[in-house]
């Protein structure tokens, strides 16, 4: 069984339980990574495909210069885009052995479009796919919009409950999925339960609104403002950049700090 999630916090979680999981001793055997440093032999039934596909154009191929040159724009100091993209193409490969997936899906955007981008991947493969919905598997143990909320023990309890996706059902992803890529927007996200399309500026009236009283503020601040009152579900990262595309539109200040969640903002008068 691979197990394919869309977070590399949710991944580090997984390989945890997967390892209590097993009935054996379980031993150290490494491999070498896709940065050639030597791994734990869990990672090997474990893909993370963090592609931010709620971000950025996927009109135009996910590994087009265009899709590259966005994400990049966003994560460039933290994050290698192409690792993702060549975990994709493992998908393929995996699937040609006949290999069974389970895929842990939560009310991310990020998420659910991964399920979609897989299933589309693996449309003309005859091997089984399941997925661990967090919205079924929780249940009685709390509300959660993420598997990175969910405790290791829990999720450790809930193996097995995974469902198999019919014929159906995977068409239905197939289809969520070309109707995503026929999209030209920049930014998805997921309301009433379904994908979204929404304007790049969404966040900035937001972000904007967060100051009062002409008070200066952190950027941790902001971001923690946003998460407590608008239960926003979009990563620091994109609200900083988000930040300096308002700082470029000279609609906010900024003084700079080493750490940069420390650095001050100021919304100009």
């Known amino acids: 069984m691979i197990e394919i999630v869309f977070d590399e916090?949710?991944?580090?979680?997984?390989?945890?339980?997967?390892?209590?999981?097993?009935?054996?001793?379980e031993k150290l055997i490494t491999f070498m990574n896709e940065r050639e440093q030597a791994s734990d032999a869990a990672l090997n039934d474990i893909l993370c495909l963090q592609l931010h596909l709620d971000k950025g154009p996927i009109n135009c191929g996910l590994d087009s210069d265009c899709r590259k040159k966005y994400i990049e724009e966003i994560y460039y100091e933290h994050y290698s885009y192409i690792d993702n993209l060549n975990r994709l193409e493992k998908v393929r490969e995996l699937a040609r052995k006949k290999n069974e997936f389970r895929i842990w899906v939560d009310?991310?955007?990020?998420?659910?479009?991964?399920?979609?981008?897989?299933?589309?991947?693996?449309?003309?493969?005859?091997?089984?796919?399941?997925?661990?919905?967090?919205?079924?598997?929780?249940?009685?143990?709390?509300?959660?919009?993420?598997?990175?909320?969910?405790?290791?023990?829990?999720?450790?309890?809930?193996?097995?409950?995974?469902?198999?996706?019919?014929?159906?059902?995977?068409?239905?992803?197939i289809n969520s999925w070309n109707k995503n890529v026929s999209s030209n927007w920049n930014l998805r996200s997921y309301i009433n339960g379904s994908i979204v399309r929404i304007q790049d500026n969404?966040?900035?009236?937001?972000?904007?609104?967060?100051?009062?009283?002409?008070?200066?503020?952190?950027?941790?601040?902001?971001?923690?403002?946003?998460?407590?009152?608008?239960?926003?579900?979009?990563?620091?990262?994109?609200?900083?950049?988000?930040?300096?595309?308002?700082?470029?539109?000279?609609?906010?200040?900024?003084?700079?700090?080493?750490?940069?969640?420390?650095?001050l903002v100021q919304k100009k008068i």
């Open 9 to 25: 916090g949710i991944a580090a979680n997984l390989r945890v339980i997967i390892r209590q999981s097993r009935s054996e001793t």
């Open 107 to 173: 009310n991310l955007p990020s998420s659910l479009l991964g399920l979609y981008c897989v299933c589309n991947e693996l449309k003309n493969s005859s091997v089984d796919i399941y997925v661990m919905d967090i919205n079924v598997c929780v249940e009685g143990y709390g509300n959660f919009f993420s598997w990175a909320q969910v405790e290791t023990e829990v999720m450790l309890d809930l193996l097995g409950k995974e469902k198999k996706l019919s014929r159906d059902e995977l068409n239905e992803c």
């Open 202 to 263: 969404f966040f900035d009236d937001i972000i904007l609104g967060v100051f009062c009283e002409n008070k200066d503020r952190t950027i941790n601040e902001i971001i923690q403002n946003i998460s407590e009152h608008y239960l926003a579900c979009m990563d620091d990262y994109y609200i900083i950049y988000r930040i300096k595309c308002l700082v470029n539109k000279k609609q906010l200040l900024i003084k700079k700090n080493k750490n940069v969640y420390l650095t």
